[in-house]
Nanobody, 115 residues
Framework: QVQLVESGGGLVQAGGSLRLSCAAS????????MGWYRQAPGKQRELAAV???????NYGASVKGRFTISRDNAKNTVFLQMSSLKPEDTAVYYC?????????WGQGTQVTVSS
């Protein structure tokens, strides 16, 4: 089993920045994928960004160029640096961990961007 603890959400004005963190604990496999997904009210959960244990990344189209995902493998932690935030980035952001055990999700952290 894997447990995920997220932090860093909050309220920010449009154009501002926030940094999310997600620490994984439990049975952590060396080969894994960690990422951030988001869900706005009334919408489906969508990919923000993922990062593989080797360091390669993928971004959702709506955040590409504004968000940066990174990880600290020694601390089993993934970060999401969000810049040039827009009101449409308002959502609950969920951390996800994936390996051969399956998918594990964090409890979510609210990000609200005011106009």
């Amino acid at each position: 089993q894997v447990q995920l603890v997220e932090s860093g959400g909050g309220l920010v004005q449009a154009g501002g920045s926030l940094r999310l963190s997600c620490a994984a604990s439990g049975v952590i496999f060396r080969i894994n994928t960690m990422g951030w997904y988001r869900q706005a009210p009334g919408k489906q959960r969508e990919l923000a960004a993922v990062i593989f244990s080797g360091g390669s990344t993928n971004y959702g189209a709506s955040v590409k160029g504004r968000f940066t995902i990174s990880r600290d493998n020694a601390k089993n932690t993934v970060f999401l640096q969000m810049s040039s935030l827009k009101p449409e980035d308002t959502a609950v952001y969920y951390c996800k961990y994936h390996d051969t055990q399956g998918d594990f999700w964090g409890q979510g952290t609210q990000v609200t961007v005011s106009s």
